[in-house]
């Protein structure tokens, strides 16, 4: 994953980004500090994993899992 941009919360960071064009966003734990330009390995459970429609922002399916 590119990160495109990193908001740092009190217990973690929420981390946006892409893959291949698309767009993701995901949560990293304290021991990580990543950064806008950054590639970082991104590693997906299904149990808690949302889908959203690019166009409308409806959440397509909830969790995976």
Known sequence: MIVDAAERQRDGTWVYGSVSGKRLVGWANDALEPRAGQTVLADMNWNQAFLFHDATG????????
């Open 58 to 65: 409806r959440t397509l399916r909830a969790p995976l899992g």
